[in-house]
């Protein structure tokens, strides 16, 4: 299986700068894109930024310019750089990991669908 342990979350002035990050441990061999969600009450779900396996990003426009995602494939690691933090980006993050197609979890009859992690609290104040 593989796991996804995020850090990095905390609270911060508008304006200011945090940096998450999220380890990928276990079947990693399975991933392909790697991401963030973030998660509010009003308004659920919302996807914050993807990298691929060729470290090609995708970004939500509501952080373009201001966030900033890279991989580190030998680390299995994901960095999300927040700048120009916003009270909007208040959330609890999410990272997520997509899977390669019928990639078999190690000792299980089964394959890899997919991993996120526990979640950070990011609030930023106005």
């Known amino acids: 299986q593989v796991q996804l342990m995020e850090s990095g979350g905390g609270l911060a002035q508008a304006g200011a700068s945090l940096r998450l990050s999220c380890q990928a441990s276990?079947?990693?061999?399975?991933?392909?894109?790697m991401g963030w969600d973030r998660q509010t009450p009003e308004n659920g779900s919302d996807m914050v930024a993807t990298?691929?396996?060729?470290?090609?990003?995708n970004y939500d426009d509501s952080v373009m310019g201001r966030i900033t995602i890279s991989r580190d494939n030998a680390k299995n690691t994901v960095i999300l750089q927040m700048n120009n933090l916003k009270p909007e980006d208040t959330a609890v993050y999410y990272c997520?990991?997509?899977?390669?197609?019928?990639?078999?979890?190690?000792?299980?009859?089964?394959?890899?669908?997919?991993?996120w992690g526990q979640g950070t609290q990011v609030v930023v104040s106005s």
């Open positions: 997520n990991a997509d899977p390669i197609p019928y990639c078999p979890i190690s000792g299980r009859d089964t394959f890899f669908n997919g991993a």
């Open positions: 276990g079947d990693t061999r399975c991933i392909s894109a």
């Open positions: 990298v691929n396996n060729f470290g090609t990003a």
